[in-house]
């Protein structure tokens, strides 16, 4: 099932709270129910050459990189991402589900990293590498949930922020107020919840992608 316009939904939120599973729960669900869905993390999906070398060039952190080197990696990964893959996808109709996106750069290379988010925001918006999504589902799970479940091999973000947590949240907390526009959704993904989280995020993509598209909306993806 597709229509004139695209939309970008993008899942947020700390390591460990099951975002890249529940993600692709929800595509399999809104495939089975007829939807053309494309999946990609914040460094394209795994055919992306280009992604896959800048990803591991973070992953090595060579040469004692420091965070604005690796601000400007992800700026690089982020516009070769928009411009390869989730642009072409929302041309075509389809709906996209992005492992992270601009808010996460914001908070743990800008506020976390001390990069700074007004300039790291500056410098997104003058690049053409910033993006929010049209919808934001910030995930999150319960201290004891989080604890359970084995760091995903390629979430290269936050590994090395784990002892801070609660300033994590509060950076969260932060760009949300300041860049959000409203449209950000929590969702409980903590243990015994995948499911309900699932159930509760392809309801509001439906009802979301069929809003935009009864409006003639294209993707706010295409405004940056």
Known sequence: MKEQFGQLYVFEGMDRTGKTTLMNLVAERLREAGYDVRVS???????????QTLRQ??????????????????????????QSYVRPA?????????????????????????VGGNN???????TGSYVLGDRIYLVGADQASRASRKRASD?????????????????????IREVSNGHVHAVDNSNGKLEEAADEIVNDIKNHYRF?????????????
């Open 212 to 224: 935009m598209n009864t409006a003639g909306k294209p993707s706010s993806a295409f405004r940056t």
């Open 155 to 175: 979430d290269v973000m936050d590994g090395d922020f784990e002892s801070r947590s609660e300033d994590i949240r509060d950076a969260f907390d932060f760009v």
């Open 57 to 82: 060039m973070v992953v090595d952190r060579k040469e004692g990189m420091d965070p604005n080197t690796e601000a400007l990696l992800f700026m690089a990964a982020r516009r070769h991402l928009l």
């Open 90 to 114: 929302l041309r075509d109709g389809s709906i996209v589900l992005l492992d992270r996106a601009s808010m996460s750069t914001l908070v743990f290379q800008g506020m976390i990293g001390n």
């Open 41 to 51: 993390t914040a460094f394209g999906p795994p055919e992306s050459e280009l992604g």
């Open 120 to 126: 790291l925001l500056t410098a997104m918006k003058t």
